[in-house]
């Protein structure tokens, strides 16, 4: 196993100056072979785990089945409300774009993260419902936030036609053209743009973008500062030890945006997904403000019908005693800011 806590700053494409983790930061780690492993040393299932899950227990009917549509909430957005970001120190703003994808604005800057804007994935997954915030309506964006090369997080279209610089983590430049400017991270490198600073933090998941280059690309999530506010993303991710390490680096987040949804079957995706109780705990290890949930209602990826997790979210958030402000089920196109 290669543990890597020097700060050495990966090539790109004419990218953003990078600051370096602190040389006590793990930056990644390797297996044997050279590929990427979570923080705890595991990589994706073996072969066997997916052929039962993907063939074995479709065939004898061991799947959940649910419908590939249902209802979510969405509003109408007026792009125009969006082309002035913030300022320096006034309340940060957010719109959830579906799934993982969003819309960051503050300190007079604007970020993408992990946007997919059309109507499928690479044309063959449809979106349940309209997408809030076509490509010709988008504000100025500063950079796209690319949490890993999964095709759902990681899509070429929505950041070809938004057009801004990329900020990805390590050996995920191979995978665009000369056409947008990359920045590599590690875990714990950052870069600032326009004022604000951009953290690329661990997550527990995997990568692959064909059938030869499992986790041969690096994955995370970020957190976004500036003005005194704080943003955490957490990519695709399992529930992991690593969101007190996040929160512990980075105190009192302003927000977490954290993945509900894509957990059933359990036994297969809590590998790489969290469900909504998951979730939940992520935040009360992160020690963060408030939680706004994403990665749900937007792409049929996994077992349970796409309007459970929000349902399953509420019910536990009441449970442990927190109001709908402090963990918070986002409306398609909905502008959410972040007063204290």
Do not use: C
């Not at 909430?73 to 082309?83: N, T």
């Amino acid at each position: 196993m290669v543990t890597a806590t020097m700060a050495t700053v990966t090539a790109a494409h004419d990218g953003f100056p990078v600051t370096p983790a602190p040389d006590s930061a793990v930056r990644f780690r390797r297996d044997a072979g050279g590929r990427f492993v979570n923080l705890d040393g595991s990589g994706p299932h073996p072969f066997s785990a997916v052929y039962k899950w993907a063939v074995r227990d479709k065939l004898a009917g061991r799947r959940r089945k649910s419908p590939s549509s249902a209802p979510v909430p969405a509003v109408d957005l007026d792009p125009a409300a969006l082309r002035a970001p913030p300022a320096l120190g006034a309340p940060p703003r957010l719109v959830w774009l579906g799934h993982a994808s969003w819309l960051v604005q503050l300190a007079g800057a604007s970020f993408l993260i992990d946007p997919v804007l059309g109507d499928s994935l690479v044309g063959f997954t449809r979106r349940n419902g309209r997408a809030p915030l076509p490509a010709s309506a988008l504000p100025r964006i500063d950079a796209q936030l690319v949490s890993h090369n999964h095709y759902d997080h990681m899509d070429m279209a929505s950041l070809r036609a938004a057009g801004a610089p990329v900020v990805v983590g390590m050996d995920n430049a191979r995978h665009f053209d000369r056409r947008l400017p990359v920045t590599e991270l590690g875990w714990w490198d950052a870069v600032d743009i326009g004022g604000v600073r951009i953290t690329y933090v661990p997550s527990q998941h995997w990568s692959r973008r064909s059938l030869a280059d499992s986790n041969r690309s690096l994955w995370g999530g970020f957190v976004i500062e500036a003005g005194g506010f704080s943003i955490y993303h957490s990519g695709d991710t399992a529930y992991f030890d690593g969101f007190g390490d996040i929160g512990r680096r980075f105190p009192a987040l302003d927000a977490a945006l954290l993945p509900i949804g894509a957990y059933d079957p359990q036994w297969f995706m809590s590998k790489q997904h969290m469900n909504p109780r998951e979730a939940l705990d992520a935040f009360r290890d992160l020690g963060a403000r408030r939680i706004v949930a994403m990665h749900w209602g937007t792409f049929k990826l996994t077992d349970e019908p796409l309007d459970e997790p929000p349902r399953l979210f509420r019910e536990e958030a009441t449970t442990r005693g927190l109001d709908q402000r402090v963990a918070r089920i986002a409306a398609l196109g909905e502008i959410i800011t972040l007063d204290r």
